[in-house]
Structures are given as C-alpha cells and as structure tokens.
C-alpha cells in the first residue's frame, strides 16, 4: 500500500491559506519562510517580495482595507521586529491581517537559539489573537481559528509564529484534516442581530429626536454597511459625520455627509455636536478622538448612543447612554424602514440647517486661502498645502484614488477633499494613515490602490517628512509595474512639528526638524520614472498631467509654504495648558 504524501510544514501553511481564498502575500523573502515559499509558489498564489518587512505588512493591511478580506504578511524573526509598524497600523484600522512568523526553532525555544525572539509576546497587545504553532499536524487548524478570530465581531489583525523546525519537517499532507472542520474554506462572517425590544427602545429614541445625528465608525466598513448609512441619512434628513483617521465611508459629494466629526478640521460639527438631542454612533468607539463619550465634545444634555457589531466593540462604549448590540447593517435597514412604517416624523430643517453650515464654511475657507495666497504672494511663490490637495483633486476624475499621508499634509488634505466634494469633486477612493498617524504608508496605500484598481489614476500627496518614513517603498511600484503618481509637499522639514516647537519652546524657533533641499523628483528619474519639479502654483496642473501620462511611477516635487494647520494650532494650544487629552 502507497504511503500518504509527505510535505513540508511551509507547505502545509500554503495550502491552509490557499483553502481560505487569500490572493496576496506581501514578504521579503527569507530563509525561515522559503518552504512556505515554496508552497505559494506551488499554488501559483501572488507573493509580492517588498523592500522591507514593514512595507510588507502596509501594503497587507492596504489591502484588506480596500478588498475587505484578509491578507498574509510573512516575514522572518528578525523581519518581525521590522513589521511591528505595520501591525500597529493594521490594530488601528481594525484591518484582518495575519501576520506569520518563521520563527526560531521550537526544539531550544528560550535557550538562545539563532535570531530567537519572543514574537507571540510582542504582537499580543497589538492582535486580536497572537500565538505560536506548537505542532505541524495542526498548521491547518491554528490558520483555521486565525482567520475566523481576525473577521469575526470587531475584525483585526492576528499573528502566527512558526518555529522554523516545523517550518522545514516533513508531515502528511492531510495532517489535522480527520478533526472537524472537514471544509475550512472561507465562511460567511457571522453577524450579531439586535434584540427585538432594545432595537425598539433604540429606534423610539431616535424617532424621538428632533436634532439627530449619526457618526460612522469602523465597523460600518468591515460590515459593508456604508451605502446603507448614506441611504439612511438621506431617506430621514439625518446629518452624516465620519470619525476621524479611519477609512472613508462616504464621498464628500454625498448630500448627506457633512464631514468629520472633529471640531478641528471640520468647524461646523462643533455646533451639530453641541445643538444635536440624540447622537447615535454606529460601528465606533468612544476614544480619544471622541472625548471618551464626554463633554464638551458632547454635552451632557445629549443622549448618546453606540450601535456595535460586537461585544468587544461595546466594551469600549460603557460611556453611552445607550448600547445596542446590532450588525451595523441591521440596525441601519431597521432605522432607514421607519419611515415606510410611519415611524418618522422628523422634517427636513435640521439637516438643511447643517447643509448651509457645510456650504458657509467652505465658502469661508475657501475665502481666508484666497486671502492668505494674496497675502503670501509678496514674499515666496511657494503654494499653500490646501491649495496644492484642492488642485491635485482638480486634475482626477471620479475613477481615480487619492491617498494622503503626512502630519499637516494630511490635515490639509482631510480639509481640501470636504472643500472638493462640496464643489461636486467625485473620487473613487481616498486612503490616508490610521488613529495612530503613522508616517510612511502612503506609497504603500496608493500601491495597493493601484494594484486592485488598474484603470485609474492613483494619486498620493506625501509630506516630504511622511515620504523619508516609507518612500523606499517605491522600489515595489516599478517592481510590480503599478505606476503612481506621488506628489511630494516639500516644506523643508517636519513642518507639524516645527509649527508646535515655535508655540511651546521659550526661543520661539524648532530644533532639529529640518531636511536638506532633497531632489525627490530626480530620485524617481533614477529608478526610471519621470519626476519634475515645481516651484510655483501654476507649474503643478500641467505637471501633475504629464506625470499621469506619462504612464510611469513619477514625482511631481512641490516646493510648498509650512502653514500650521487648524489641528495643529488647536493642539498646540492645548499641550500648552495641560496634557495631549
């Protein structure tokens, strides 16, 4: 009788991944992982070997963000420590990457073996689920509870450490396959639905209101929900809001959506915060970006609601007045069908109201740059970094991304897309870091939007601080033959933190943020792209549209003025006075 087939345990995690459906793993190639290597290569699964450990895991988060499916990151033991970045991020986002290790040999483990660390210790507090493979017969059913804990409830990242012995032993190639379950293919990501009467409860109070608000969280992404919010907030005149730093679920053209809901970078939430009756977030937590559920961010005389997809989601919510335990999705069909039930009341007042909000305030924004550009015209050609993200956004069209990464180059352009979108500015997606503000994975961002999205134009605007982060990422663009265009805001320095040093520091100057004169654009005409080089405003149109043409991976290199951004100046302010919080 033939013996069963005998392969490695890399091979093993391949064909584990494989069964689940994932399309993209992002390494850079190692000795630890080369069976798993093999394994893909066997497969014919798409390895994209990155310049680094933590482009590797950027670009896997990316992608999950934007396909909504989860994505491997494999890196050595020592690619792990460079990776722990990217892990961040990816909690941050709440994006299901399973991030794998090729670990030190499990036989010594804690004897000092070759590039031992202790990986499953390090990324626990940055999972959802951190553990090592202790036996190569369960490699399929340690991929198993990894990918079902990474997309159930509050989805997140999830780490597998594979000491490098089983990484390279030999077993059957249906180890672990006589236990249940037979098929581990991917399965349907179970929802939570709500209770009948504490929706009811939910609804009534919502119905109720007279001045209602909703602010999208996270979890309205992660469940697909984010057509039925904006259908909601237009079918009942609700005011749309979006928490800070986390994908966009609307674009800034939708007539319900009014913007950030950070006082800050969009003026007008601080009067629907203060003036709202019931405010119901939906797929958030009450963090810092939301005072903690408290006041004056939203003031006591407010009921404040949390509608959550999972328990862990509600456990950051005990602040609200109301929890609901309800798929986005569900509570979002339920609310939307009051009105059909003839449940609804509200007139259309209170969302016109915030509309002409909207609409004042980009006109007065819109009015101060026009002033400050005049102004500034007398000393230095150099664009405003609003300008620059408004007339970037002149030159897409709605099938193309824009990304943005940097400090004030982000805050500029949170700013300049609502401005934008108030004109009837169309994109296709927007991408930009996470609640952590790491710097660095724009390039990685606009890579992976351009690696689902071949036909359009993908566009990042990165701080010139924010591209020296990550910017060797850009080898993987010509690589992969994924052409973008990376307009750089040069401002000579880690300007956002110049702009805080000069409020905070006795002198009144910065230290220790500045850059030489850096010719981005010709780096780029050296690994074989096309670069220029802008010093006034009306260089950058034409400039940005031979660099789209051009059909290679370019660099328009934007000489821009440091202008403190609204974010900035308000923080500044505050750390003054106290503390960050």
Not at 367 to 373: C, F, K, P, Q, T
Not at 438 to 466: P, W
Request: proline share 5%.
């Amino acid at each position: 009788m033939e013996g069963k087939r005998r392969i490695r345990g890399g091979a093993l995690l391949a064909r584990a991944l494989h069964e689940k459906g994932v399309e993209h793993v992002f390494t850079l190639s190692g000795g630890f992982c080369n069976p798993a290597l093999e394994g893909f290569m066997e497969l014919q699964m798409r390895v994209i070997n990155c310049p680094h450990e933590q482009v590797a895991g950027h670009l896997a988060d990316a992608h999950a963000r934007i396909s909504r499916k989860p994505t491997v990151c494999l890196v050595g033991p020592e690619g792990f420590a460079n990776a722990v970045p990217a892990m961040m991020e990816a909690w941050g986002e709440r994006s299901p990457v399973i991030f794998v290790t090729g670990s030190s040999t499990l036989k010594r483990r804690g004897a000092g073996g070759f590039k031992e660390i202790d990986d499953v210790a390090i990324a626990a507090p940055l999972t959802k689920y951190s553990i090592s493979v202790t036996d190569g017969t369960r490699i399929s059913e340690f991929v198993d509870r990894a990918w079902t804990i990474a997309t159930s409830g509050y989805p997140g990242p999830v780490h597998l450490s594979l000491p490098v012995d089983i990484m390279f032993s030999s077993f059957d190639e249906d180890a672990g396959r006589e236990e249940r379950p037979f098929s581990r293919g991917p399965r349907p990501v179970s929802r939570a639905w709500p209770e009948p009467s504490a929706l009811d409860e939910t609804l009534d109070l919502v119905a109720s209101a007279q001045r209602p608000i909703l602010i999208g969280g996270h979890g309205v992404w992660w469940s697909g929900a984010e057509r039925r919010l904006e259908a909601t907030g237009m079918r009942l005149g609700i005011p749309i809001f979006n928490v800070p730093y986390h994908q966009k679920l609307l674009g800034e053209e939708c007539e319900a959506y009014m913007g950030l809901a950070d006082v800050h970078q969009y003026q007008p939430s601080r009067a629907a915060l203060e003036e709202c009756d019931v405010a119901v977030m939906i797929g958030g937590r009450l963090d810092n970006q939301m005072n903690f559920g408290n006041a004056p961010f939203f003031p006591a005389s407010t009921k404040l609601v949390c509608v959550n997809g999972s328990h862990e989601e509600l456990e950051f919510n005990r602040a609200a007045d109301r929890l609901l335990l309800s798929d986005p999705g569900a509570f979002l069909d339920a609310l939307s069908g009051m009105q059909a039930a003839g449940r609804w009341r509200l007139d259309r007042a209170w969302f016109d109201l915030n509309r002409r909000r909207r609409g004042a305030w980009v006109e007065q924004t819109l009015a101060d740059l026009e002033r400050d550009v005049a102004e500034a015209s007398a000393t230095s050609d150099k664009i405003h970094p609003l300008q620059l993200s408004l007339d970037v956004q002149a030159e897409m069209g709605d099938k193309d991304w824009l990304v943005f990464d940097g400090g004030n180059t982000h805050f500029w352009s949170e700013i300049a897309v609502n401005l934008a979108g108030w004109h009837g500015r169309k994109l296709a997606g927007i991408l930009h870091p996470g609640s952590f503000s790491l710097l660095g994975v724009g390039v990685s961002l606009a890579l992976a939007a351009k690696n689902t999205h071949r036909d359009s134009n993908v566009v990042l605007i990165s701080g010139d601080g924010a591209f020296l982060s990550g910017g060797l990422s850009i080898e993987a663009a010509f690589q992969e033959k994924l052409p973008i265009v990376v307009v750089i805001d040069n401002n000579g320095g880690l300007d956002c933190i110049s702009q805080q040093q000069e409020r905070l520091f006795a002198s009144g100057k910065h230290f220790a943020t500045d850059f030489r004169d850096i010719p981005f654009h010709s780096m780029f005409e050296g690994l074989g792209g096309h670069g220029e080089l802008v010093e006034r405003r009306e260089q950058l149109g034409p400039a940005l549209r031979r660099a789209i043409a051009s059909g290679k991976t370019a660099c328009v290199n934007v000489k821009a003025r440091g202008v403190i951004s609204p974010i900035v100046l308000a923080t500044t302010s505050k750390r003054d006075k106290a503390s960050i919080e």
